[in-house]
């Protein structure tokens, strides 16, 4: 076992510090942003079935202080009232924009479809891609503006602050915090040139306008489940700016309901987010066990507190990481559940791949 112990200490051990450097260097947005200038900004919001969620994110986006911006919501072939929601919240403000969504064409997704038609309307320095279900602190949209003039950023991107309800979100929603700062130095991702220190937040992407139309837009990412990740891939590989930070509270989102909205969410997208190879979303899947749940298991069969002290290490760095994300630090004393509940749904996305297809929204997505 001792053997065992040398061999999981390094990677479990560089995670650990990653968090800790994350965690003095990972920037976040700052309240009362002083704003020098106002560039013209374009809110783009992809809707498809948010009457739920969407007159809230409206009334939020509608209540910045941010002088100068537009919001152009693209109605994909919604089929509940989201159109309707919208319009009463709007009252005719002349800010918001309601774009009716051609026909899905072959070769495209849904999102970068509903993107790339709202993109065509767009007036702005600045394109801002968001979801239907983030919400914005009234300062926000000048907190972003302001990061990414101070950062000089072709694409900046932030994490929004996750809120969590249900176990089933609790226990597997922060671990994309987790992976995030535990894995990826964001020093790495601003300051090296190479495609693995890539990562992007697709419900707050800030595009200059000309980066994104040199990059080819949503065109060049029209059938990619993790878009957000193609574009911080072509924006190293282009030699532009990419930045990272984190929303502080000020954008905040609750992505799921309930542990069926988890498993489907997150079953879509896990293993286009490793490449989509099954091999390494096997590897990963071992590896997570390996370092999250094995010492569990040695230190209560064999009573060893070198497994114990490695079980520990595991979660103190996954609390680390949910106090920098504004979440739940207890819940980190249920990792070895979380990862768990992350191997269903790993199991669940390759049924999906073995049998050809997912389905998200009401359509036929290709996995």
Sequence with gaps: MSDWLMLSFSPLLMIALVALLNAF?????????????????????????????????????????????????????????????????????????????????????????????????ARGDYLLFSDADVRWHPQALTALVVEAQRTKADLLTCW??????????????????????????????????????????????????????????????????????????????????????????????RMYFNWQEVRHGFAKNILAGHGNSVLFLLFSTFLHWWLFVIPWGLALIYRSWQAAMFAALGVLTRMLTAVISRQRARDALLLPLSVLLMTVIAANSLWQRWRGQGMWKGRKITT
């Design 160 to 253: 929004p602050t996750q809120e969590t309800v249900s176990w089933g979100e609790r226990l597997t929603v922060p671990l994309m915090a987790f992976t995030i700062l535990g894995y990826l130095p964001v020093l790495a991702v601003h300051y090296l040139p190479f495609r693995v220190f890539a990562a992007a937040m697709g419900q707050c992407l800030l595009f200059r306008r000309e980066s994104y139309e040199k990059i080819g837009g949503h065109l060049a990412v029209r059938q990619r489940v993790v878009e957000d990740m193609a574009f911080a891939y072509a924006v190293k590989r282009a030699g532009l700016r990419l930045r990272a930070c984190d929303a502080n509270g000020l954008l905040r989102t």
């Design 25 to 121: 260097t990972f920037p976040r947005l700052r309240p009362k942003p002083q704003l020098e200038t106002s560039p013209f900004i374009s809110v783009i919001i992809p809707m498809r079935n948010e009457a739920r969620q969407v007159g809230a994110t409206l009334r939020s986006l509608l209540a910045q202080d941010y002088p100068h911006f537009e919001i152009i919501l693209l109605d994909d072939q919604s089929e509940d009232d989201s159109v309707e929601v919208a319009k009463a919240v709007a009252q005719g403000d002349p800010r918001l924009r309601i774009i009716h969504g051609a026909l899905l064409p072959p070769g495209w997704l849904g999102k970068n479809w509903a993107c790339h038609q709202a993109a065509q309307h």
